[in-house]
């Protein structure tokens, strides 16, 4: 028997309200951030080759989370897949002109992710957004594609590589018909 009591060993003392200050903080910055990013708009006359449907970028936005790093292996195989952690890197990936798809981990942010779907919507038409979040039922889905920041795909986790192929393949129709 060691000479401690539980009186004697150090305790740690956690301040709930400071933590939750810090997190509020943190997503205000996020938001404030994504509020300010410059997107430049692609021009008309950019020619864009044809692309096949399993060769399109798709960029993992994975700001505040780990959940596509350590999700990835569970996406279907065939794209080209870029997981991005901060906001000028996912500036560099947009301006590209060819389609690809951002998908935002809706739940690790979502003032941020409207935010951006938003931005991207509007200034980005070669892009398309896929959010992806635990409870977003078809209906919470066509209320919010109906919103300025509504995407072009929902996906309601768990993850399932083939359903997530035909999320994708669904979007890339949509461009398809659109040109």
Same mark, same amino acid.
């Given at each position: 028997m060691s000479g &401690?009591? &539980?009186d004697d060993k150090p305790t740690v003392v956690l301040d709930l309200n400071a933590l939750k200050k810090q997190k509020l903080k943190q997503e205000e910055e996020m938001a404030n951030l994504a509020s300010s990013l410059e997107f430049s708009t692609p021009t008309e006359d =950019? =020619?864009?080759e044809?692309? %096949?449907a399993s060769h399109f970028p798709v960029i993992l936005?994975?700001?505040g989370s780990d959940f596509f790093q350590k999700s990835l292996p569970s996406f279907p195989k065939g794209y080209d897949y870029k997981i991005i952690k901060t906001l000028p890197e996912l500036n560099n990936h947009l301006k590209k002109k060819d389609f690809q798809i951002v998908v935002f981990y809706f739940d690790s942010n979502p003032k941020a992710?409207? %935010?951006l779907c938003a931005q991207i919507k509007? +200034?980005?038409p070669t892009t398309k957004t896929l959010i992806m979040a635990k409870a977003i039922s078809p209906e919470k889905a066509r209320a919010h594609a109906q919103t300025s920041s509504g995407a072009a795909g929902y996906y309601q986790l768990p993850l399932d590589s083939s359903k997530i192929e +035909?999320?994708?393949n669904k979007i890339y129709s949509l461009i398809q018909k659109a040109s």
């Amino acid at each position: 028997m060691s000479g &401690e009591s &539980e009186d004697d060993k150090p305790t740690v003392v956690l301040d709930l309200n400071a933590l939750k200050k810090q997190k509020l903080k943190q997503e205000e910055e996020m938001a404030n951030l994504a509020s300010s990013l410059e997107f430049s708009t692609p021009t008309e006359d =950019d =020619d864009s080759e044809e692309m %096949q449907a399993s060769h399109f970028p798709v960029i993992l936005f994975d700001f505040g989370s780990d959940f596509f790093q350590k999700s990835l292996p569970s996406f279907p195989k065939g794209y080209d897949y870029k997981i991005i952690k901060t906001l000028p890197e996912l500036n560099n990936h947009l301006k590209k002109k060819d389609f690809q798809i951002v998908v935002f981990y809706f739940d690790s942010n979502p003032k941020a992710v409207n %935010q951006l779907c938003a931005q991207i919507k509007s +200034k980005m038409p070669t892009t398309k957004t896929l959010i992806m979040a635990k409870a977003i039922s078809p209906e919470k889905a066509r209320a919010h594609a109906q919103t300025s920041s509504g995407a072009a795909g929902y996906y309601q986790l768990p993850l399932d590589s083939s359903k997530i192929e +035909k999320e994708f393949n669904k979007i890339y129709s949509l461009i398809q018909k659109a040109s």
